[in-house]
């Protein structure tokens, strides 16, 4: 299949985990990483919408803050995590950058650009549910690494 994802054995991973999905060399010499940041196992479980929503929009923001390499941060449609392209932002150095991020979302009192202005949903969100999501992510910070089951 032409999608990465669509040749990963799903039911082999163990979520949650952070792993390189795909690795572009751009024209001018830039190298695109992308990242496939999985909150929930595949067909078990998933993340409610108004979390998801939150979660991307949090994350869009927040991690800029940390990095001008953040090109996009976007959903699965399955509900079970997100992509995240970088310019040549290699694990070593994505995987900090993530829980940082990840930490700032904890202490945030308003998810941006929750509005009708900035949003095409703007009454979709739950900071709530986005920060649970994000805590239990970050509790199994040192099985990032692990995507498939020893």
Known sequence: MNVES???DHRT???PYVRVADRKELPGGDVLVKYDVRFTQPNVAHLEMPAVHSIEHLTAELMRNH???LVDFSPMGCQTGFYALVLGVETEDFLPLLEQTFRDILSATSVPAANEVQ???????SLEGAQEAVRDFLSHRAEWEDVTAS
């Not at 949003?119 to 969100?125: D, E, K, R, T, V």
Request: net charge neutral; proline share 0%.
């Open 13 to 15: 991973v163990v979520a």
């Open 67 to 69: 990095t001008d390499r």
């Open 119 to 125: 949003c095409g949903w703007g009454a979709h969100h």
């Open 6 to 8: 669509f040749n990963l």
